[in-house]
């Protein structure tokens, strides 16, 4: 009876992890990609907007392929030098990757509501937290928040002229609230005195530290009060999902 009650355990277990299986094969989530399909639809999807990519990742092979080949030629043994330049490629190759898929990911969204989600994404998560659409006007003019060492920062896209209203009200609103904490505002795009979305990331890692840690958290809480007083703005998400990998060699570059 135990017998027939463990094969129908197993029969099962077998069941699940075979539906499991199959249902990772024909997900759209990422999450459930292994790495290697994570880097292969990254490189499809950049290619979309970036022809180049191809050019690019075929001349990270070739490369230290053919340096391996030409170091081995000269100084024996030939096939340890052609493994190193195969190693070489591959790291090179996931630089390559790396860097497009960033470019790409700005030319992608770059203009469109929330598009800085893209750049947020890239900061480090130990160091910044961040709020979308804390703000916006009826024609999707934007407020995001972001919250670290360097204090409250507040970055508006949209239409110039809405945004910055949008954003000068929301600087005034932040800094009642936060008691002198330093609010600092920044405005995406390419015209003078704004930020254009691929150097958003950098512009505001490069703010000065004005707060200790311990402060981060009164200033959260002081936050709560004035986000209790109006709802979520459902703002669109921007950015395409990339590989794990990819991500996180993006930070900081």
Same mark, same amino acid.
């Given at each position: 009876?135990?017998?027939?009650?463990?094969?129908?355990?197993?029969?099962?277990?077998?069941?699940?992890?075979?539906?499991?299986?199959?249902?990772?094969?024909?997900?759209?989530?990422?999450?459930?990609?292994?790495?290697? =399909?994570?880097?292969?639809?990254? $490189?499809?999807?950049?290619?979309?907007?970036?022809?180049?990519?191809?050019?690019?990742?075929?001349?990270?092979?070739?490369?230290?392929?053919?340096?391996?080949?030409? *170091?081995?030629?000269?100084?024996?043994?030939?096939?340890?030098?052609?493994?190193?330049?195969?190693?070489?490629?591959?790291?090179?190759?996931? $630089?390559v990757l790396t860097w497009r898929v960033k470019k790409a990911n700005f030319k992608r969204y770059e203009g469109?509501?929330?598009?800085?989600?893209?750049?947020?994404?890239?900061?480090?998560?130990?160091?910044?937290? $961040?709020?979308?659409?804390?703000?916006?006007?009826?024609?999707?003019?934007?407020?995001?928040?972001?919250?670290?060492?360097?204090?409250?920062?507040?970055?508006?896209?949209?239409?110039?002229?809405?945004?910055?209203?949008?954003?000068?009200?929301?600087?005034?609103?932040?800094?009642? *609230?936060? $008691?002198? *904490?330093?609010?600092?505002?920044?405005?995406?795009? =390419?015209?003078?005195?704004?930020?254009?979305?691929?150097?958003?990331?950098?512009?505001?890692?490069?703010?000065?530290?004005?707060?200790?840690?311990?402060?981060?958290?009164?200033?959260?809480?002081?936050?709560?009060?004035?986000?209790?007083?109006?709802?979520?703005?459902?703002?669109?998400?921007?950015?395409?999902?990339?590989?794990?990998?990819?991500?996180?060699?993006?930070?900081g570059r």
């Open positions: 009876m135990a017998s027939e009650k463990a094969k129908a355990l197993a029969a099962q277990q077998k069941a699940e992890r075979k539906a499991e299986k199959l249902r990772k094969k024909n997900s759209d989530d990422p999450r459930d990609w292994g790495r290697i =399909r994570q880097i292969i639809e990254a $490189y499809k999807r950049t290619n979309e907007v970036d022809p180049q990519l191809k050019w690019w990742t075929l001349a990270a092979v070739a490369g230290p392929l053919a340096v391996g080949l030409g *170091v081995g030629l000269w100084l024996q043994p030939w096939w340890i030098w052609l493994i190193t330049g195969l190693m070489m490629a591959l790291v090179l190759v996931l $630089y469109q509501a929330g598009s800085a989600e893209v750049a947020f994404q890239l900061l480090n998560k130990r160091k910044w937290t $961040y709020e979308l659409g804390i703000a916006a006007t009826r024609q999707m003019d934007v407020v995001h928040r972001l919250i670290g060492r360097p204090g409250i920062v507040l970055v508006a896209e949209g239409n110039t002229a809405r945004a910055r209203a949008l954003l000068a009200t929301e600087s005034k609103k932040h800094e009642q *609230v936060a $008691y002198g *904490v330093a609010v600092t505002t920044v405005l995406v795009g =390419r015209d003078q005195g704004q930020v254009p979305l691929d150097a958003l990331q950098k512009h505001i890692e490069k703010l000065p530290n004005v707060l200790q840690s311990h402060q981060l958290t009164e200033v959260k809480q002081r936050l709560r009060a004035l986000d209790a007083m109006r709802p979520k703005i459902p703002v669109p998400r921007g950015p395409m999902p990339t590989m794990k990998g990819v991500n996180r060699a993006m930070r």
